[in-house]
């Protein structure tokens, strides 16, 4: 998950009479921190709403209030909490901040780049804005700036760690694998136990064919996997990289009982529909809930004819139709 660069300070908030705040706005705020404290948002923010009625609207209890609305999922009264607050005091970092991570969890990706992007003028200097500029900049598919603002929050800061994470996630989309692999291991030199950085170069070193590598990668990422659902996806990847460093093979088929039926299926598939789903709703084969995919298999472990069909086959490509047994098939090699 991504951090916040602009984190709000909120163990520091506290409202007195003296800051000229009236006794029921800080009570309202000091129950609305208890809540937060132990998760219970929906009840903080309620008690930060009374303190707003009651008076309070510095920039700093805005900033806090936006922050809670967002918890709450409640993103237009975020925005214009953030808003509020800005007219209140303008050009504030965490603001902006806040503001760009409002927009994009609301899915206004443009308006979260234009919020960022004020972030990046008041400090212009500060790595890890210019990292989350390059985040977002990714996000919108603008790669060339993207990469500049990620190879300008390096330069201002060598070791920061979301902007190694970004360029690897850029390097990969651009097939720079080796220079990605680069990228994801200085992450994890930085941040040890980032199963991000661990988890992504494991499945880089078994793109090159890497598989030992791989293997060494995926075993250090399941011993920081932060939950059993990625433990179980990290052992499936372990499985697979075991099957193609034996020389397995992996494909998926469609059976189905008369050869028009395949050969109307087979052309399907050529125009550009879902060989899976086609799969699922046609294929009278075990695999069929599977999208029709029988998964890694060495020689003898599968019918000849099967075997021999998929190792004509480059990865990819959908063969000519295959007459078995108790029907005909539709294959197509995936590894």
């Known amino acids: 998950m991504r951090r916040r660069w602009w984190g ?12 000229g705040q009236e006794p029921a706005t800080v009570e309202h705020v000091a129950n609305g921190e208890r809540y937060a404290a132990s998760g219970q948002y929906d009840l903080a923010l309620q008690e930060y709403e009374l303190a707003l009625t009651a008076g ?11 922050d809670l609305y967002a918890r709450n999922q409640k993103y237009p009264e975020a925005i214009d ?8 005091k303008p050009a504030q970092l965490a603001a902006y901040g806040g503001l760009g991570e409002v927009f994009l969890a609301a899915g206004q990706l443009d308006s979260a780049v234009a919020a960022v992007r004020q972030a990046v ?3 212009p200097r500060e790595s890890s804005v210019r990292s989350s500029l390059g985040f977002l900049l990714l996000q919108a598919d603008d790669l060339g700036s993207a990469r500049a603002e990620l190879d300008t929050a390096l330069a ?69 996997a932060p939950d059993a659902q990625l433990v179980y996806a990290v052992n499936a990847r372990m499985d697979e990289v075991r099957a193609k460093a034996a020389g397995k093979m992996r494909a ?3 059976l189905v009982r008369s050869s028009g039926e395949a050969e109307d299926l087979r052309e399907r598939i050529g125009k550009g529909e879902d060989f899976a789903e086609l799969a699922r709703e046609f294929s009278l084969g075990p695999a069929a809930a599977e999208g029709g995919d029988v998964g890694y298999f060495g020689p003898g472990e599968l019918m000849p004819d099967f075997e021999a069909a998929v190792a ?21 090699r995936l590894e």
């Open 8 to 19: 709000y300070v909120v163990a520091g908030l506290v409202f007195t009479a003296a800051d």
């Open 252 to 254: 998926r088929c469609i």
């Open 56 to 66: 309070a609207g510095s920039a700093g209890f805005l900033n806090r209030l936006a």
């Open 121 to 123: 003028a008041i400090a």
């Open 312 to 332: 004509r086959l480059g990865v990819g490509e959908v063969g000519a139709v295959l007459t078995v047994q108790n029907g005909y098939m539709v294959i197509q």
């Open 156 to 224: 201002l800061d060598p070791a920061n760690p979301e902007a190694h994470r970004y360029r690897g996630y850029y390097l990969t989309q651009v097939d720079s694998t080796e220079a990605a692999i680069a990228e994801y291991r200085r992450l994890a030199e930085l941040v040890p136990d980032h199963f991000e950085a661990r988890n992504n170069l494991a499945f880089l070193l078994a793109k090159q064919g890497r598989y030992q590598e791989a293997l060494a990668a995926y075993q250090q990422a399941l011993a920081v």
């Open 81 to 88: 909490a953030f808003r509020r607050s800005l007219r209140e």
